[in-house]
């Protein structure tokens, strides 16, 4: 079955310091490719995704994801992280054509002011 | 994109009861799914429902124990029967809507804990 792993569980950063989230799945084939956030008190929420072309995908808030084939990896990063980054994130992988995605644990990230 | 209300946020519940959570959406959709979300775990689809057909249990899952409803193409509910300890959980409520690649909107999940 296909699995999504998220490394990091807990990250904890002062700010402007730059963050790397990894994400690796395990399935062979074209995938889809999602990076989810849920700020304190509100809905998840999709901050960044690829489909195909260009591997490095920007997302909201200054976000981006690289997507590396041969390493099954969709790392998420940011240069200079705020305190309102504090939030738990989620990689979410869809083998290609399937409309169910399965998603990693997720990684609680707080930024300390 | 679309916005979800789930009712309700939050529930106490003793064991051996049912609780029917109800998700609402602002726009007609295909698709919706229903989650679970338990404490520093990940995202476990319970079931996808689309409307005028079965709901499609995920392994693990049985409609006996959640059943859901899909009257129609803005609205689901998911009940949790007999329920245990051990689906103290949140629920979530999701779904894809047409042109948007598979992308998800969630809503804000029913905080339930059984005692």
């Known amino acids: 079955a296909q699995s999504v792993s998220q490394h990091n569980h807990h990250v904890i950063l002062s700010e402007a310091a730059s963050l790397e989230l990894g994400c690796n799945y395990s399935y062979g084939g074209t995938v889809n490719l999602f990076w989810y956030v849920q700020y304190p008190g509100q809905h998840l929420q999709l901050l960044l995704k690829y489909f195909s072309g260009d591997p490095l995908v920007k997302g909201i808030k200054g976000f981006e994801a690289e997507f590396i084939k041969s390493k099954f990896s969709f790392n998420l990063r940011k240069p200079s992280v705020q305190w309102s980054d504090t939030a738990e994130y989620f990689c979410a992988v869809n083998p290609g054509g399937s409309y169910i995605p399965t998603f990693g644990r997720g990684t609680s990230l707080i930024v300390h002011p | 994109s679309a916005v979800i209300s789930q009712k309700p946020s939050r529930d106490i519940c003793q064991r051996g009861t049912s609780l029917t959570i109800q998700c609402q959406v602002d726009?007609?959709?295909?698709?919706m799914f229903w989650y679970r979300q338990q404490p520093g775990q990940s995202l476990t689809l319970i079931a996808t429902a689309n409307q005028g057909s079965e709901a499609t249990y995920e392994s693990g899952f049985v409609i006996d124990k959640f059943p859901i409803s899909r009257p129609n193409l803005t609205f689901s509910t998911l009940t949790v029967s007999n329920m245990s300890p051990e689906d103290s959980s949140i629920y979530l409520c999701s779904v894809e809507t047409s042109g948007t690649y598979y992308e998800q909107y969630f809503g804000p999940g029913t905080r339930l804990t059984v005692t």
């Open positions: 726009s007609q959709v295909t698709m």
